[in-house]
């Protein structure tokens, strides 16, 4: 049973283009995360969600929407996608402050 | 808010040997501290963590310790295997968020048999 499940694992597509990459979590968790691994290993943090609201907004382009319809999904929309765009984005869940942030297994997305 | 930074940024051991990598934080209000193992290609794991009323965790061949005053915690490998090989993340809870972590930039340790 996968804790935290993202799709899909890669994605290449044309600058200009619109994509978007799901994440689920079967944990309960209520807090969710997107967080965006650049091509140095940097992990960072782009939003968080809490009971499908918004928490944190890490001064992310609005290019980026994340949306939560439930508090198990958390989807990431990308619109007019930029070569700097391209870097492993990780969905991750916790189930509280201050505990352990679960990942998913990353999507890989490369815009030629 | 919460700024960490980690040292060093490669690490190259032989088997058997120990590894240590060092992390500080900026913010003297953070709790949490975790440490995690990112193999090529995959996802980064927990390894360990610690919490601001403990000094040192210890888990098999893994250890932490944690000096609250001078802000700094340290991950401890003993015994090194060629599949410790992998990027180490430390973080620290952002206390003026929720749940955020912050991440070190990274320590790729490589255990050379």
């Known amino acids: 049973d996968t804790a935290v499940s993202q799709t899909p694992k890669y994605l290449v597509t044309q600058m200009g283009n619109d994509k978007s990459i799901k994440c689920e979590q079967n944990l309960g968790h209520d807090t969710m995360y997107w967080y965006k691994q650049d091509s140095k290993k940097f992990l960072k943090i782009m939003f968080s969600y809490n009971n499908k609201e918004l928490i944190i907004n890490e001064t992310v382009p609005n290019r980026f929407s994340p949306k939560s319809p439930d508090k198990a999904h958390l989807n990431l929309h990308i619109n007019s996608l930029e070569l700097g765009d391209s870097a492993v984005y990780f969905c991750?869940?916790?189930?509280?402050?201050?505990?352990?942030?679960?990942f998913g297994q990353g999507t890989r997305l490369t815009v030629v | 808010g919460e700024n960490v930074e980690q040292h060093p940024s490669t690490l190259s051991v032989q088997e058997g040997d120990s590894a240590v990598i060092k992390c500080t934080y900026s913010?003297?209000?953070?709790?949490?501290f975790p440490w995690y193992k990112q193999e090529l290609g995959k996802r980064p794991q927990l390894i360990i963590d610690i919490r601001s009323n403990v000094g040192e965790k210890k888990d098999q061949r893994i250890a932490v310790t944690l000096n609250k005053t001078a802000k700094h915690f340290s991950l401890h490998i003993t015994e090194t295997q060629p599949e410790d090989s992998a990027v180490y993340f430390c973080?620290?809870?952002?206390?003026?968020?929720?749940?955020?972590?912050?991440f070190g930039a990274g320590t790729r340790l490589a255990v050379h048999p």
């Open positions: 973080a620290a809870s952002d206390p003026g968020g929720y749940n955020k972590l912050i």
């Open positions: 913010d003297s209000a953070s709790n949490y």
């Open positions: 991750a869940s916790s189930p509280n402050m201050n505990t352990e942030a679960f």
